[in-house]
């Protein structure tokens, strides 16, 4: 079937200015993250959804983030006034649901590789 | 200390040899540990996870050591197709989502 996709795939961008990342989960999947990776770094995790529940965005970097899931499916993260540092590979994964035994498996998205110039 | 550290490498590695790298990660209360492949300018997949009494999985073979307080992965007889980044990711609490992910070790395997 259909895995994650993401767009667009690359995104040049002013400083200052706003950009929108799209995200299509796996159908069915309830969970959502967002992550970003700078060259040669880990993940960073941003924010995530699950179901109906309030999203936990205790990873987003600044108020200039923000994610919004919409009838719990595509989610869009935004990011206002773009600053150099924002330049990174944003990812998006889903997963069916926490298991008991702990997390279950991600599907990550191919990415969108932002450029702030 | 990152909370999850691992040689960036390269490793440099002929074909056919067996090749190894560690992870250390540093809360002792993690529960869940797992191996990702991410391919260059790719997304992270899923390897394997890492069971408390280590796991194979056809040439690779995953262990834990709670003690020490590292994960490890093993590659037997390595396939060019085995070139890649291998990231170590922890879980820092039982049933919890919020993974810590290694930068990843880059691994090259030469004909």
């Known amino acids: 079937g259909a895995g994650v996709s993401q767009s667009p795939s690359n995104k040049v961008t002013e400083k200052g200015k706003d950009v929108e990342l799209r995200c299509d989960p796996i159908s069915g999947h309830t969970a959502l993250y967002w992550y970003r990776q700078s060259l040669g770094q880990g993940l960073e995790f941003l924010i995530y959804?699950?179901?109906?529940?309030?999203?936990?965005k205790s990873g987003l970097p600044s108020d200039r983030f923000s994610a919004e899931r919409t009838g719990g499916s595509v989610s869009t993260l935004t990011i206002q006034r773009t600053q150099q540092e924002d330049s990174a590979v944003y990812l998006c994964?889903?997963?069916?649901?926490?298991?008991?035994?702990?997390?279950?498996?991600?599907?990550f998205g191919p990415g969108t590789r932002l450029t702030v110039l | 200390r990152k909370e999850v550290e691992q040689d960036p490498g390269p490793f440099n590695v002929p074909e056919g040899a067996t090749v190894a790298f560690n992870c250390t990660y540093s809360?002792?209360?993690?529960?869940?540990f797992f191996w990702y492949r991410q391919d260059c300018r790719k997304e992270p997949k899923l390897l394997m996870s890492v069971y408390s009494s280590g796991n194979e999985d056809g040439r690779f073979t995953a262990q834990l050591n709670r003690a020490s307080q590292y994960i490890s992965l093993l590659i037997r007889d390595s396939k060019l197709s085995d070139s890649a980044t291998y990231l170590c990711v922890v879980g820092p609490r039982f049933s919890n989502y919020q993974l810590i992910w290694g930068a990843g070790t880059k691994l090259i395997i030469k004909p």
């Open positions: 809360n002792s209360a993690s529960q869940s």
């Open positions: 959804f699950q179901g109906n529940s309030a999203p936990d």
């Open positions: 994964a889903s997963s069916l649901a926490q298991t008991a035994l702990g997390t279950d498996t991600q599907y």
